[in-house]
């Protein structure tokens, strides 16, 4: 009953879908998401936060389910309008299987956004039911999703651009996307910007300044005369 009500009233502009195919807890996403820590209860699968940018705001409902309950029902009315999905996994052939499953019946409506998240990778498979960061790489590139490994770090950063990885990756993903449901922030005037730019000058570069104003207003009245 729970997941139908959560189906008939996510037909909203600005949804966003965290799919859990790990045998873990996903719920860690969900307090990043809404920047606070939040209980996890089992029935509640629906949330409010709003993706904040420098130039707009959008209003997002974030729809969280595990794969169990993906294949209970039809996903076409969460899933439809859904412009950004966020696929929970962890490194093993289990956990594929679920995603390719979950895929295969989101991937007719195009989500705009495609995340997989995992915790971590392995260079070499430790055991037949492992899988090596090629194997999961060669699947987001098979499917168009981005990898995101959570315990990545920036290594070096190149000009004054540092890009997001890990965990600070899944909400810039967001924040980059056009959302349907945004409200464009108001332009700052000159006015504004010039108040927000602190001044570069010296006290004595200002005497100095007003000196050669007073300066060159006392010769210019000295030519009128």
Not at 47 to 65: C, E, G, M, S
Not at 105 to 126: G, M
Not at 201 to 212: C, N, P, R, Y
Request: net charge negative; aromatic share 6%; with cysteine.
């Amino acid at each position: 009953i729970l997941l139908d009500s959560l189906l008939q009233e996510s037909g909203m502009s600005g949804s966003c879908v965290l799919l859990n195919c790990s045998s873990g807890s996903a719920h860690w996403i969900v307090n990043l998401l809404l920047q606070e820590e939040v209980e996890e209860d089992d029935t509640n699968n629906k949330f409010n936060f709003t993706v904040q940018t420098k130039y707009f705001n959008a209003d997002i409902q974030l729809n969280h389910f595990s794969h169990s309950q993906l294949s209970e029902v039809d996903p076409g009315p969460c899933l439809s309008s859904t412009e950004a999905l966020l696929l929970y996994c962890e490194g093993t052939k289990d956990s594929f299987q679920r995603a390719e499953k979950v895929w295969s019946r989101v991937k007719e409506f195009s989500p705009a956004v495609c995340l997989c998240i995992v915790d971590s990778t392995k260079d070499k498979a430790e055991s037949e039911t492992e899988l090596t960061r090629t194997d999961i790489m060669s699947w987001c590139l098979s499917n168009q999703f981005e990898l995101v490994e959570c315990d990545e770090v920036v290594e070096e950063a190149v000009g004054d651009i540092e890009d997001k990885v890990g965990k600070d990756r899944i909400l810039e993903a967001l924040r980059s996307h056009t959302w349907s449901s945004m409200e464009l922030l108001p332009p700052q005037t000159n006015d504004t910007q010039k108040e927000d730019k602190p001044s570069t000058e010296s006290g004595e570069d200002k005497v100095d300044s007003f000196e050669a104003l007073f300066s060159e207003i006392g010769r210019a009245s000295c030519r009128e005369r």
